[in-house]
T-cell receptor, first 113, second 113 residues
């Protein structure tokens, strides 16, 4: 049973528009959430994170929103750029849960020029 | 020099072969991980080592055998693998603490014939 779900395998967006990537989780013990970005032939790299005590965290063009009651988070990229084309992984962990980070299956984002 | 280095980048092996994957981190971290990424599936946590001690074995078959001789090096020994074991194997590291992000290597793309 997947504890972190990314239900959209892919997303296509026009350059300059907003990209919204969604993620749902089932484990109410998760209290720290991360987004990673992965280019082909490279490992995932950390993009942005949010603690459960917040509902929004912003870093430049990237904003993550957390809705704890719905167990849902989203990553907004605005404006989207062709270089943002990659696979985006949502991940979650427990502060007191040791060192386990659970990942979703990823969403492949295509930003068209 | 990248923070987490994995070798080899690509590996093709038969089901009767024995091979090893190597990971080295130059970040001074004390926790290291093996993840498996199969197509269209979440990254699956395989093993976690904290200060060279294995703290997590996520029900991984015994044909995968990890080794962590020190905090900077991690190996995954492979023997009598199955074709369904073909996947991208990712090594990651982090520092012990709360809400630490993972640093990944580029992975080893493994094909079992």
């Amino acid at each position: 049973d997947q504890q972190v779900k990314q239900n959209s395998p892919s997303l296509s967006v026009q350059e300059g528009r907003i990209s919204i990537l969604n993620c749902d989780y089932t484990n109410s013990m998760f209290d720290y959430f991360l987004w990673y970005k992965k280019y082909p032939a490279e490992g995932p790299t950390f993009l942005i994170s949010i603690s459960s005590i917040k509902d929004k965290n912003e870093d430049g063009r990237f904003t993550v929103f957390l809705n704890k009651s719905a167990k849902h988070l989203s990553l907004h990229i605005v404006p989207s750029q062709p270089g943002d084309s990659a696979v985006y992984f949502c991940a979650a962990s427990e502060e007191t849960g040791g060192f386990k980070t659970i990942f979703g299956a990823g969403t492949r984002l295509f930003v068209k020029a | 020099e990248t923070g987490v280095t994995q070798t080899p980048r690509h590996l093709v092996m038969g089901m009767t072969n024995k091979k090893s994957l190597k990971c080295e981190q130059h970040l001074g971290h004390n926790a290291m991980y093996w993840y498996k990424q199969s197509a269209k599936k979440p990254l699956e946590l395989m093993f976690v080592y904290n200060f060279k001690e294995q703290t997590e074995n996520n029900s991984v078959p015994s044909r995968f055998s990890p080794e962590c001789p020190n905090s900077s090096h991690l190996f995954l020994h492979l023997h009598t693998l199955q074709p369904e074991d073909s996947a991208l194997y990712l090594c990651a590291s982090t520092s012990v603490g709360l809400n630490e992000k993972l640093f990944f290597g580029s992975g080893t793309q493994l094909s079992v014939l």
